[in-house]
């Protein structure tokens, strides 16, 4: 087994597929591939912060909680989603495959590793940035994917306008960052 795993890893497409970075341009043709066929295949643009508000949804119904009142979940398009199921759930689907593809791919390229966890403040900086991330999606109604990358596919404005804010947050963000937490 230890030979064939060898012969496999010096195989010019598998280090050409799984060890080399892509170009930006292989990046860019392969995610717009990927966005055409998900539009053409379920009706809708790639998104994947909507997902995670339909995970909470779920989980607080599990509990014993009620979102039919919720401005967000008051649609009947919103609650068909609701009562259709994680696991009967496009989104879900994409969400697990994005996890679950990036821990393939690093896996195969040999390139998991655990890190150590330097301070208190480099899981207070991972907290806090998550938290403003997540928030920040819903508020402008979708993440870097869904308002961005799909709302500039489908030649929208409001893509448009994300990016330029997305790029301001960035920047004050990682001025934060070095100031606060390195």
Known sequence: MKKVWENISKNRYYKMVFKNPFTYITGAVLLSITQIALFAYSGNPWGVSGTLANWGAWIYELFGGSVEKWYYFSSS?????????ILNH????L????????LLATLLASQFKWKKIKSVKQ??????GGLLMGYGARLAGGCNIGALFSGIASLSLSGWVFAVFLLA???IGSKLLAKFFM
């Open 77 to 85: 398009g919103a609650q068909a989603t609701l009562n259709a199921g």
């Open 95 to 102: 969400n697990v495959g994005i996890v679950g593809g990036a």
């Open 90 to 93: 496009s989104g879900t689907m």
């Open 123 to 128: 899981i207070v900086a991972a907290v806090l």
């Open 169 to 171: 947050g960035a920047w």
